[in-house]
Each structure stands twice: as structure tokens, then as C-alpha cells.
């Protein structure tokens, strides 16, 4: 709408300009304003296109050219500006990550205990004969049995233990980065797109 009127605009100003009424300046004042109208709306085109993509792929489409029908709702600011950052500690990708960071924490501990032993409880028992030939000797069956305890070390496996050790380390060490990082986006982001929202209602308005 914007455009069109800038073309009649221009239109009006080519008349005035051959009756007298206008200047040249005024004339190329309105061409810029007509030109820079141009780009805007080839770039909202583009802002279009690129949001309905982008729309097919959160849908898990690969692209989805139906029209749209029904009426979009009408924006407010209701429930947007007094939201605060609060909100942030409900996002489900944020919990992920800090439950990904404990996980990696746990698997760090559990790898770096390969220098202690492996323990183990045993029992055997057994009911044998050894005086006589006979199997059926059955008072001559005597009882035996042992309890104890088992440990193992693995001494030495060429680091292999060491090196999983230093790559959970490292592991846990991304994650972490990765979270705090993410964590941070969060909140500029909050603030980038609530203020973006209002300017855009604002504009609609």
C-alpha cells in the first residue's frame, strides 16, 4: 500500500513538475522514497518466503505451499509486557542440557574410580563323600564350604582406562560450556524478541 501510494505520489509530483508547480528536487526526493519502498517490499517478500519455510520445517515438512486460510488473531501486548524472565526456568531444552551436564558428571565419577579394586562376595558350598565308593552312602556325606570376599585390579590395560576417564572429563567440560552458553542466549534473546514483538505491534498498530 505504501508503494502504491508512492507511485501516485510520484505521479502527481511529474504533473506539478511540467505545470510549474514542483521542482526537480521534489521530484527525486519522491523517487528515492519510491525506490527505497521497492527494496522494502521485495525484502518483506523474501522475510515471506523464508517464514513459511521455516514454519514447513518446525512442522517437520519440507516445504508446504497451501494457503493459508482463516484470519491471523490480532496482536496485543497482553501477557507479553509485563512477562519476565522467569519463564526461562520452565524451558524444557534448558533442563535437557543441565540433566545431559549431571549425567556426564556421573559417568566422569564412575570413570575415574578404574584404579580401585573390584570387589565381590562368593559362597560355595558342597556335600561330598570321600571315605567310601558307594554313592548311596549317605551318613558318610560330609560338608564343606567357603565365604569370602574377591578383588581384582586391572594394573595396567595401555591407558585405555585413563584415556575413557580424560574424554568423559572432556565430555562434561562441553556440556557445560554448552549449557552456560546457551543459558546466556536465552536471556538475550528474551529480551531481543519481547522488545522486537512490541515494535512490531506498534508498527502494526
Known amino acids: 500500500q505504501n508503494y502504491k501510494t508512492l507511485q501516485d505520489h510520484l505521479a502527481q509530483t511529474t504533473a506539478k513538475l511540467k505545470a510549474g508547480a514542483a521542482t526537480n528536487f521534489d521530484r527525486l526526493r ?7 519502498a521497492d527494496s522494502e517490499v521485495l525484502k518483506a517478500d523474501d522475510d515471506h518466503a523464508i517464514a513459511r519455510l521455516r514454519l514447513a520445517n518446525t512442522m517437520g515438512l519440507e516445504r508446504d505451499d497451501r494457503t493459508l486460510q482463516g484470519e ?7 501477557g507479553i509486557e509485563n512477562l519476565t524472565q522467569d519463564s526461562l526456568s ?3 531444552d534448558l533442563e535437557a542440557q543441565q540433566r545431559r551436564v549431571n549425567a556426564l558428571d556421573r559417568t566422569s565419577a564412575a570413570q575415574s574410580s ?3 579394586p573390584h570387589l565381590s562376595l ?3 558350598y558342597t556335600k561330598y563323600n570321600n571315605l567310601t565308593e ?7 556325606y560330609r560338608d564343606a564350604y567357603q565365604v569370602g570376599f574377591y578383588a581384582s585390579w586391572n594394573l595396567f590395560d595401555g591407558l585405555a582406562s585413563t584415556a575413557r576417564e580424560r574424554e568423559s572429563v572432556y565430555q562434561r567440560t562441553q556440556a557445560e560450556k554448552s549449557f552456560e552458553q546457551t543459558r546466556e542466549n536465552a536471556v538475550t534473546d528474551f529480551a531481543f524478541w519481547k522488545k522486537r514483538y512490541l515494535y512490531s505491534l506498534k508498527l502494526f498498530e
Open 114 to 116: 578404574h584404579w580401585f
Open 90 to 92: 520452565n524451558r524444557p
Open 30 to 36: 519522491v523517487e528515492v522514497q519510491l525506490n527505497e
Open 72 to 78: 491471523l488473531p490480532v496482536p496485543s501486548k497482553d
Open 134 to 140: 558307594n554313592l548311596s552312602d549317605w551318613d558318610r
Open 122 to 124: 562368593a559362597g560355595n
